[in-house]
Nanobody, 122 residues
Framework: QVQLVESGGGSVEAGGSLTLSCAAFGRTDSSYAMGWFRQAPGKDREFIAT???????WCADSLKGRFTISRDNAKNTVYLRMNNLRPEDTAVYSC????????????????WGRGTQVNVSS
């Protein structure tokens, strides 16, 4: 089993930045791909970005340029840097892990964190 714990959420004004972290615990090693998703109230879960164990990354086209995923395998941690935040970025942000890389569909991930809330005010 792999446990994922997100942190770094909070409230920020539009135009601000946040960096989310997701630490993996348990039976984990750096070979897991890790991804970020978000879900706003009343909306479906949305893919943000994913990073393979060897730092190949994929990012949703609509978020490229503002959101960046990175990872530190020594710390079993993946990060999501979010710049120029907008009110529509308000959501619960969750990380996920899976042995397979490049997954953009949430149902394909085996392990999930509980999420961290991000609120962006105008």
């Amino acid at each position: 089993q792999v446990q994922l714990v997100e942190s770094g959420g909070g409230s920020v004004e539009a135009g601000g930045s946040l960096t989310l972290s997701c630490a993996a615990f348990g039976r984990t090693d750096s070979s897991y791909a890790m991804g970020w998703f978000r879900q706003a109230p009343g909306k479906d879960r949305e893919f943000i970005a994913t990073s393979s164990w060897n730092n190949m990354t994929w990012c949703a086209d609509s978020l490229k340029g503002r959101f960046t995923i990175s990872r530190d395998n020594a710390k079993n941690t993946v990060y999501l840097r979010m710049n120029n935040l907008r009110p529509e970025d308000t959501a619960v942000y969750s990380c996920a892990a899976d042995r397979r890389s490049g997954l953009v569909l949430s149902y394909k991930y085996d392990f999930w964190g509980r999420g961290t809330q991000v609120n962006v005010s105008s």
